[in-house]
């Protein structure tokens, strides 16, 4: 499995037709790609213009081949025209528009998405960066299969739960949740579940 984000600063005053074309255009084509699990269109909390593209997929050539299609340039071009500055952009691929792109290996995971969720609109991702130290990836990645899965799988509301590795960065994780709806997770987050996991693995980290 591979994770896919995407990461774009959309104009201010464009973000409704985003939505509605990430909706109606992108995650169409996303659904009928071969190989692709999951689509999502995340939006940060604190600055609404900064909006994440999260796909996952079954191989990395899969993504790969999406992304070479004209279907795929041909949103990329659309794409454009919701940008901040995009008035200024003649894009080619997604390096020249100022687009971040990034793979992650998916190392560990409670489940496999196994088609797009009717209810998806409403399904919070919770996406937490985390740096490990020389000499303990191996130990981390042991101690998330066997210790941070079993505790945390079955918490209310937390649909799918997945530990992505940098393909470029060995010490680079990510951990991924997905949950039912805004609430569960704001009442995971009040609970403080979430401490006594990261707990057990604190030795093994450089920086989260």
């Known amino acids: 499995m591979y994770l896919r984000l995407f990461s774009v600063k959309v104009h201010y ?3 409704p037709e985003y939505f509605h074309f990430y909706k109606t255009k ?3 084509e996303f659904a009928k790609a071969e190989g692709c699990r999951f689509a999502g269109l995340l939006e940060n909390m604190d ?3 900064k909006m994440i593209s999260l796909t996952l997929w079954e191989e990395s050539g899969q993504s790969s081949q999406f992304e070479s299609s004209n279907i795929y340039k ?3 071009e659309e794409n454009k025209t919701f940008l901040s500055e995009s008035s200024d952009l003649n894009i080619k691929t997604a390096e020249e528009q100022n687009i971040e792109v990034a793979t992650y290996d998916v190392t560990a995971r409670t489940d496999l998405i196994q088609q797009f969720p009717d209810d998806s609109e409403k399904m919070k991702v919770r996406i937490l960066s985390i740096k490990v130290k020389d000499g ?3 130990a981390f990645k042991k101690l998330y299969i066997e210790t941070i899965i079993p505790e945390i799988k079955d918490i209310p509301g937390l649909s ?3 530990l992505t590795e940098s393909v470029t960065d060995q ?3 990510i951990s991924v949740t997905i949950w039912e709806n805004e609430e569960r997770l704001n ?3 009040e609970k403080g579940q979430f401490k006594k996991p990261l707990q057990s693995v604190s030795y093994t980290l450089d920086e989260i």
């Open 13 to 15: 005053k464009n973000i």
């Open 47 to 49: 600055d609404p213009e």
């Open 187 to 189: 009442d995971y987050l």
């Open 26 to 28: 992108a995650m169409p």
């Open 160 to 162: 799918y739960d997945y």
């Open 136 to 138: 303990q990836i191996d």
């Open 74 to 76: 041909d949103l990329l």
């Open 171 to 173: 010490h680079e994780f």
